[in-house]
């Protein structure tokens, strides 16, 4: 939606290399969240991160709230990696997904 | 995931009524159904807390939600219309979204004839 604005649309990778996604949004916010989706899948919530940095294996997820921002950080692709990644926010009881980036990790 | 079952995984519907059922595992008090067209990201249709109708989006008539208890949600459809195939999530998160991680269902694709 014009709240969030993920890039990039689409990413193609060779196996081994790292990506950084980011997410920008045109408002506050109270929470970020992050999520991936197989095709076919359901969304699986990778990180919910109102605001600082948070690690969880080869992801970070970094949000900056003055800055309006949010980025997923994936390290050492791996095939398996491939899929959409979403952002999405919360205001005002409202939740925003952004369209999505869409990875593609070749071995 | 199984804290959030979703049945059927696959539905196709001529012009018929059927209801689409969901349960979570997880002790939460809100509960969503979101519906995801190809290619787009997932849109709220509904959202109750603690069995209480919240939020109506904008959404057909012909979709009419259910929660008989704090841990399940039905989708009643009738008179599927073409623009209805998508795949629907049913969604919970700990209180209403408010600061608050949701966590989602494998969804019900639908495919309308």
């Known amino acids: 939606g014009q709240q969030v604005q993920q890039s990039p649309a689409s990413l193609v990778l060779q196996e081994g290399e790292n990506a950084e996604l980011q997410c920008n949004f045109s408002t506050s916010l109270n929470s970020m969240q992050w999520f991936y989706q197989r095709p076919g899948g359901s969304l699986v919530s990778l990180f919910y991160?109102?605001?600082g940095t948070k690690h969880s294996g080869r992801l970070t997820s970094t949000t900056v709230i003055k800055e309006r921002r949010s980025s997923l950080h994936i390290s050492s692709s791996q095939t398996t990696d491939s899929g959409t990644y979403l952002c999405?926010?919360?205001?005002?009881?409202?939740?925003?997904f952004g369209d999505g980036t869409q990875l593609v990790v070749k071995p | 995931n199984t804290k959030i079952t979703q049945s059927p995984r696959y539905l196709i519907l001529g012009r018929a009524n059927k209801s689409l059922e969901c349960e979570q595992h997880l002790g939460h008090n809100a509960m969503y159904w979101y519906k995801q067209s190809a290619e787009k990201p997932p849109e709220l249709m509904f959202l109750?807390?603690?069995?209480?109708?919240?939020r109506n989006e904008t959404v057909p008539s012909r979709f009419i939600p259910e929660c008989p208890d704090s841990s399940k949600l039905l989708l009643h459809i009738s008179a599927v219309d073409p623009e209805d195939s998508a795949v629907y999530f049913c969604a919970s998160s700990r209180r209403e979204i408010s600061n608050e991680r949701l966590f989602f269902g494998h969804g019900t694709k639908l495919s309308v004839l």
């Open positions: 999405a926010l919360e205001l005002n009881n409202r939740i925003f």
């Open positions: 991160n109102p605001s």
């Open positions: 109750y807390n603690l069995k209480q109708l919240i």
